[in-house]
T-cell receptor
């Protein structure tokens, strides 16, 4: 069964705008990870946030984690055409097995 | 060269055939995983291995088997393929340290007619 659920399922934005997507999960976690998948390619790890962290930044990415609400958000600032991809959250609950959500498809329009 | 290599990249075959998908890695990771991706369902774990002699079932292992031939190699077999096994298959690796990401291959697109 899937642990994480992303919202929205799809997002279309103009280049230069920010994109925000959310992930909710059901059980306690060790960490939560975000991955990007370009069409026809494998998943690429973006950022990992541990359960005792609340916010993390990496370049134009900002991830927040609220363990009390069992939710996380991924913000991509100043989006570019190259950010067009599907984004997945994955939770690591106990033994290093990841549970993935169904993903958010982001389209950045030029 | 890719750190995690999957072969073949694409495969079309017929119902009832035996198929093997192969994965090799140069990252030196102990842990290897096989996932299946279907539209709208995200990735689901088929099998995983934490060491050469360790094999564990994931959430959807029925109809699949695996072999961990060496630290760097992990193969997935479909003994008798059926059409609902048509999907995108991914191999991934990770370090055995805690709080580490997984590293994915580019996938095998498998179609069973």
């Amino acid at each position: 069964s899937q642990q994480g659920e992303e919202d929205p399922q799809a997002l279309s934005i103009q280049e230069g705008e920010n994109a925000t997507m959310n992930c909710s999960y059901k059980t306690s976690i060790n960490n939560l990870q975000w991955y990007r998948q370009n069409s026809g390619r494998g998943l690429v790890h973006l950022i990992l946030i541990r359960s005792n962290e609340r916010e993390k930044h990496s370049g134009r990415l900002r991830v927040t984690l609220d363990t009390s609400k069992k939710s996380s958000s991924l913000l991509i600032t100043a989006s570019r055409a190259a950010d067009t991809a599907s984004y997945f959250c994955a939770t690591d609950a106990t033994d290093y097995k990841l549970s993935f959500g169904a993903g958010t498809t982001v389209t950045v329009r030029a | 060269d890719a750190d995690v290599t999957q072969t073949p990249r694409n495969r079309i075959t017929k119902t009832g055939k035996r198929i093997m998908l192969e994965c090799s890695q140069t990252k030196g990771h102990d842990r290897m995983y096989w996932y299946r991706q279907d539209p709208g369902l995200g990735l689901r774990l088929i099998y995983y291995s934490f060491d050469v002699k360790d094999i564990n079932k994931g959430e959807i292992s029925d109809g699949y088997s695996v072999s961990r031939q060496a630290q760097a190699k992990f193969s997935l077999s479909l003994e008798s393929a059926i059409p609902n096994q048509t999907a995108l298959y991914f191999c991934a690796t990770s370090s055995s340290y805690s709080n580490q990401p997984q590293h994915f291959g580019d996938g095998t697109r498998l179609s069973i007619l």
